[in-house]
T-cell receptor, first 114, second 116 residues
Framework: DVKVTQSSRYLVKRTGEKVFLECVQD?????MFWYRQDPGLGLRLIYF???????EKGDIPEGYSVSREKKERFSLILESASTNQTSMYLC?????????????FGSGTRLTVV | AQKITQTQPGMFVQEKEAVTLDCTYD???????LFWYKQPSSGEMIFLIY??????QNATEGRYSLNFQKARKSANLVISASQLGDSAMYFC?????????????FGQGTRLTINP
C-alpha cells in the first residue's frame, strides 16, 4: 500500500526554536508538497518540490524553508517558531504529469508553539 | 484569481439520505482538474473523486458522484445513501498549471455530520 509518513503526529515547541517536520514517501513520486491547515481557511500551500534539491515557494512561504536531499524525503523547517505557526501540517506526494490520481497525503502533524 | 469556494461550513443530514456538498471555482484556464477529498477525525486526507475540465461525463465512484456544471463553474459532490462513517470534513480542490508547475488549490472545507 502506498504511503506518505510524517514523523510526528503531535509536536509541542517553544517560541524561537528551530523545528523540523519530516515527510517520507515510498512511492518513488517526483512531486512533494507541504500544506498547513487552519479552520475556515482550508489547506494552504507552503512549499513544493518537483525533484531532488529543487524547491518552489507556494502561497504562504514566509517563516518556512524546505529541504529535499533525497527523492523520498521532504523536510519542512521553521527557522524560528512563532505562535502563529501553530497549525496542522500536511505533507503530500504525487507522480509527475497531468492525471486524475490526486495527491497522497500523510496523516498530518499537529504543531503547537507555546 | 484562481480560487475554490465552499459556502457550507457545516451540514447535518439524516442517515440514508442523499447529500450535496457545494463547490464553485474560479479560473480562466481551459485545462484544470477538480478533486474531492474526505478528512475524517484521524486527520488523513482521502481522495474520493476526480473530474477533468474536458471530461463530458460526470465522474462517479461508488456512492460518490461529481455534478460538474462547467458553465456555472461548479463541481458539487453528491453522496448517495449517506452512512454514519461519512461524517468528516470534505474539501474541494482544483489543480492548476501555473508557470509550468502544478498546484492544488483547496476550498475552506465543509464539515458533514450524519445523524442516526
Amino acid at each position: 500500500d502506498v504511503k506518505v509518513t510524517q514523523s510526528s503526529r503531535y509536536l509541542v515547541k517553544r517560541t524561537g526554536e528551530k523545528v523540523f517536520l519530516e515527510c517520507v514517501q515510498d512511492m518513488d513520486h517526483e512531486n512533494m508538497f507541504w500544506y498547513r491547515q487552519d479552520p475556515g481557511l482550508g489547506l494552504r500551500l507552503i512549499y513544493f518540490s518537483y525533484d531532488v534539491k529543487m524547491k518552489e515557494k507556494g502561497d504562504i512561504p514566509e517563516g518556512y524553508s524546505v529541504s529535499r536531499e533525497k527523492k523520498e524525503r521532504f523536510s519542512l523547517i521553521l527557522e524560528s517558531a512563532s505562535t502563529n505557526q501553530t497549525s496542522m501540517y500536511l505533507c503530500a506526494s504525487s507522480p509527475p504529469g497531468w492525471h486524475g490520481y490526486g495527491y497522497t497525503f500523510g496523516s498530518g502533524t499537529r504543531l503547537t508553539v507555546v | 484569481a484562481q480560487k475554490i469556494t465552499q459556502t457550507q461550513p457545516g451540514m447535518f443530514v439524516q442517515e440514508k439520505e442523499a447529500v450535496t456538498l457545494d463547490c464553485t471555482y474560479d479560473t480562466s484556464d481551459q485545462s484544470y482538474g477538480l478533486f474531492w477529498y474526505k478528512q475524517p477525525s484521524s486527520g488523513e486526507m482521502i481522495f474520493l473523486i476526480y473530474q477533468g475540465s474536458y471530461d463530458e461525463q460526470n465522474a462517479t465512484e461508488g456512492r460518490y458522484s461529481l455534478n460538474f456544471q462547467k458553465a456555472r463553474k461548479s463541481a458539487n459532490l453528491v453522496i448517495s445513501a449517506s452512512q454514519l462513517g461519512d461524517s468528516a470534513m470534505y474539501f474541494c480542490a482544483m489543480r492548476l498549471l501555473i508557470q509550468g508547475a502544478q498546484k492544488l488549490v483547496f476550498g475552506q472545507g465543509t464539515r458533514l455530520t450524519i445523524n442516526p
